[in-house]
């Protein structure tokens, strides 16, 4: 693994997929709900949920008061759901993300949300199933050790070191083969003299 990497991407939240038995229950969120919610909300990125130890990254809506602060976490809706991307900062807090990224201690998502719609039902065995149709505004992502969602996910960015490590090996065989062009040589000058 790239131990220079500060890059953590991941999906805070995937559409279409159940969460774990909430207490009997189950959520699922429709790919819709987050139309417009983006532009709207103030984000930020806690480690495990917990703004006491500091953020790790904001995201500022264009419709939210200093929007042009400037934004280090990046949130995109595609046709997964909601992925999430920033540069570990280099403090204690993100130190220790890395860290726990390395482990694998953390390898999943969450996100802080309020409802706008939704619909419930009871299903097949008892277990109830909230829909959520749309999100009002969204308050946090958040890599964390224990998810609702079990479809999320955080990493460390690798294609960094995946590119030198490529970069490296092509190097190399470069070099052994420059090397045994270079003993053929010697070794057709060596004969030629004999």
Known sequence: MDDDSRRIEGYALVFNSESRDLGGIIEVIEPSALEGVLDNSDVMCWLNHDSSRG???????ANVPQSAAGNSLELEVDDIGLRYAFDAPATALGNELIEGLKRGDINQSSFAFTVKEDAWERMEGGMVKRTI???ERLYDV???????????SVELDRRGYDELVAREEQEKRMAEEAKKAELAEYYKQLKEKL
């Open 55 to 61: 953020a790790l990254a904001r995201h500022r809506g």
């Open 142 to 152: 958040s890599p964390v050790y224990d998810p609702a969602y079990y479809g999320t």
């Open 133 to 135: 149709k749309r999100i």
